[in-house]
């Protein structure tokens, strides 16, 4: 499908107009609109399974991988849970109006912060159909119109699933342009989208390191990426060493292609002749692979663990996949300058009973979500109690770590006086 | 001066690493800094003023205007409150290590939101040397190295100031390179600075409208836009006319140059014939050339007053200068699409005794600042209450309005467990 240039902005136009009925939309519309869409979709099932069918068959000639067909396929159960998805967004509470904060200046003036949405937002993303509804509810509930490009393996099942939300607005009586599937599959159409500043406050790209790549590198408009997570855990010498093979295995092994899973472990030297077997052991034992520097093959081998030795390139890589580089380190300086060298800010985790530590630790590492005695897998909008997250901010600009509806908002001074003047 | 590519980056690197160090320094030791930076601009005033005499012979020698060689200058008094204001930002409370909020999940997990810095603040602007010290103090206080970059004209000054800055830095055991200068004058140089992405986290341009388009179209770093204020005041049927004319004059001619001066004045079809000669002979005293639409120009004719046409092109104009727009509209929805069609997001005022009027104004009006009863000229920082700004932005992402130590941060999510795994 081409798509003109003109055609890309007066996408982008629709957006921004249905942007201006958003923001002051009530929450009772926009939650009705939200249950109307959830209802929508439920209706539109044989079509939107079929769209989805194309979308898998076209994958599989293609010579796409199971996983990836996994990703884009939809069945009765996942529409389900699309649709309760974007009716668990309307029970949200609405971030739009809320005063966060209040104060009285000497000359009398009263001053409220108040949030409101940021506009129009582009999201950016790969193959999952899931993602197209969870996107466009937040948006909306948040009071921002939202333009959605998809992968293009998606593309049949994506515009499927915006007619059915469509239809949903439209039953509330708010712009049918709120939500808008962008053609995927070209890049000159997206070069384009990225360049409409002015048009659209908010890129949010999601998915693989050349896509964020792309994006980062053409934008013209406001990004906040969701790049890579190489997440450490970091196992103090005053740790409690169940506690840390409890984490570690669960960072690591409970869903290794996500990007909060663990992708490294540090060891203080101190227990690292009595935690590593431990610990290995456990990690072996849920088929992950062990890459090691010097001390740790030394200590593993004598245990008669598997694991081979670390490369450089083991360090600061995300595997997303059952594989971990192991480190043994001095103390904490080493562990902190291991992770301020490696780690992509995403979320880094200490297991430790020192609170001293712990506190040197959250304070002077330079990630989204840091962890004391927890897994690195908690820095999720979900789990942290957000509701539900577009996505996870790399960027520190704006919002940082797991964004929800709030952080699709923005703040502005309301100023009530009595006439002062300067 | 020719800068390579080269040493634009190494400037960014050595921000970079000092960002490192700052980000962790305690809050005594940034004071004790900002304080021996203050006596460094005392003690270097000699070579200072007479870097800024150079500065200033050469921009008189080019042709500049007065008020641009008033912007340039510096004397005793002022470089006395250069050094006064970096003091101040001593006063002010440090953000970093803030803890926002702190809620505690159902599974135990204990999760706070606590501010950290942005990491390498880019800051662009034009003739005022003073920026040059109020930027550094302000990004130093929240953990932030910075780049400046000021105008060709004030190079000679602004190297003479960072010098004294870094001077008081190394005195106070921080990296000098906290604060650099970057060497002004060439677009070539701008243009490696703004693709510095991964090592510049924010870049705030404040200047003109030239300058900001030229950063906005070429940057790859996330920018903060410091741009116009097209800024209303609009005077609603149940406004206390007394109060209308004094925020109107107020907004309008206290400070014409800036941005959060009012260019346009709305009112309502209701009070026109009875308001608008009243503010209109007050304005004229105050030297404001007024320009009307019809209905103004016949009410203000009749009345006695002086005013001209206004064309399209002065509505969304901002002039700042001694002239306003001046419309009769219809009633508040009018109101609302002139504002909306062409204000900039920047203030926006309404003048009413009726609290449902202003609340829907102050709900449904897009713009940094919205004031009910009040004069645009009060979003400032400084009335505002925030201590001291860096500028007032007006893009929605990450900071909308003035910008003071908070807005120089971000926030990460510090969870504290007992070994809670998913």
Not at 11 to 20: K, M, N, P
Not at 380 to 394: M, W, Y
Request: charged fraction near 25%.
């Amino acid at each position: 499908m081409t798509v003109a240039k003109e055609d890309v902005r007066a996408l982008a136009q629709a957006a921004r107009e249905a942007s201006r009925a958003l923001a002051i939309a009530s929450t009772e519309q926009k939650d009705a609109a939200l249950r109307a869409m959830a209802r929508h979709l439920r209706k539109a099932a044989p079509t939107l399974l079929a769209a989805n069918a194309e979308d898998v068959a076209a994958a599989r000639t293609a010579g796409k991988n199971a996983a990836f067909l996994d990703r884009l396929l939809l069945d009765t159960g996942r529409l389900e849970s699309m649709a309760r998805a974007v009716e668990a967004v309307a029970d949200l509470k609405d971030p739009v109006g809320e005063v966060t904060e209040t104060w009285k200046r000497p000359n009398g003036l009263k001053v409220a912060k108040v949030r409101l949405p940021l506009g129009v937002v582009l999201m950016i993303y790969e193959s999952r159909p899931n993602v197209t509804s969870d996107a466009a509810a937040l948006c909306l509930k948040s009071g921002n119109a939202v333009l959605l490009r998809g992968g293009s393996e998606s593309a049949r099942s994506n515009q499927a699933i915006a007619e059915a939300l469509s239809a949903g607005l439209q039953e509330a009586g708010l712009p049918a342009h709120s939500v808008q599937v962008v053609p995927a599959g070209e890049r000159e159409s997206l070069l384009e989208l990225l360049k409409l500043e002015g048009l659209i406050d908010l890129c949010i790209p999601r998915g693989g390191e050349g896509l964020i790549r792309f994006v980062a590198e053409n934008a013209r408009i406001p990004v906040v990426k969701h790049y890579q997570g190489v997440c450490h855990v970091y196992v103090h010498e005053a740790a409690d060493l169940d506690m840390a093979t409890r984490i570690t295995v669960n960072a690591k092994a409970s869903r290794p292609g996500v990007c909060n899973a663990a992708e490294c472990l540090l060891v203080d030297r101190g227990v690292a002749e009595q935690f590593l077997p431990e610990v290995g052991r456990a990690l072996v034992d849920k088929k992950v692979e062990l890459r090691g520097c010097p001390t740790t093959v030394a200590v593993l081998t004598r245990a008669g663990v598997p694991v081979t030795p670390a490369t450089e390139g083991d360090y600061g890589h995300e595997f997303l996949d059952l594989i971990l580089a192991v480190r043994v380190v001095k103390d904490l300086d080493a562990a902190l300058g291991h992770i301020a060298r490696y780690g992509s800010e995403h979320t880094e985790a200490i297991v430790t009973e020192d609170e001293g530590v712990a506190g040197r630790f959250t304070r002077e590492v330079t990630a989204s979500g840091v962890m004391w005695n927890a897994s690195t897998r908690f820095n999720d909008g979900g789990e942290l109690g957000l509701g539900a997250e577009i996505g996870i901010s790399t960027s520190r600009l704006h919002a940082f770590g797991p964004m929800g509806l709030r952080e699709l908002t923005s703040q502005k001074y309301v100023v009530h006086g009595k006439g002062q003047v300067r």
